[in-house]
């Protein structure tokens, strides 16, 4: 039983990671992108990797990122994985941006519903 609990959790893990892991094109991508697909890369250094690669032509190793102020051999570990030089996603796919915008109708939908309800005025007796 042990075994098949174990099997279980090393099949979904592997499916997990599998659907979630992107290929950055470190010599393409945009601040947004290396943001979004890398984990450990905040705003700040998302941008500095582009501003590294405007001022340097393009990496010719992936190594070449540590080079970047804030990216060292740390992050570097969690993301070389992910990188690439010559293939992989270079934006934030279009699926990602729909979900923001439905947040959105939600929340005034909700927002509605509130002033209907602040808007009954108590019964005099």
């Known amino acids: ?3 098949k609990t174990l099997l ?19 010599n ?3 601040a947004s992108a290396l943001q979004h697909y890398l984990n450990g890369i905040g705003e700040k250094k998302a941008k500095n990797i582009v501003k590294y690669r405007q001022e340097h ?3 010719k190793k992936i190594e070449e990122v540590m080079e970047v102020k804030g ?4 992050i570097y570990k969690k993301i070389k994985s992910s990188l690439s030089l010559t293939k992989g996603v270079t934006v934030v796919s279009h699926k990602k941006k729909t ?3 439905k947040t959105a109708v939600k929340k005034t939908s909700l ?6 309800k602040t808007s009954a005025k108590p019964e005099k007796k």
């Open 71 to 74: 990216i060292g051999e740390v």
């Open 99 to 101: 979900k923001v915008k």
């Open 111 to 116: 927002k509605k519903k509130t002033k209907n």
């Open 1 to 3: 039983m042990k075994l």
């Open 28 to 30: 393409k991508a945009n």
């Open 8 to 26: 279980f959790a090393v099949i979904l893990s592997i499916i997990s990671f599998s659907a979630s892991a992107e290929i950055v094109n470190l």
């Open 57 to 59: 032509k393009k990496f």
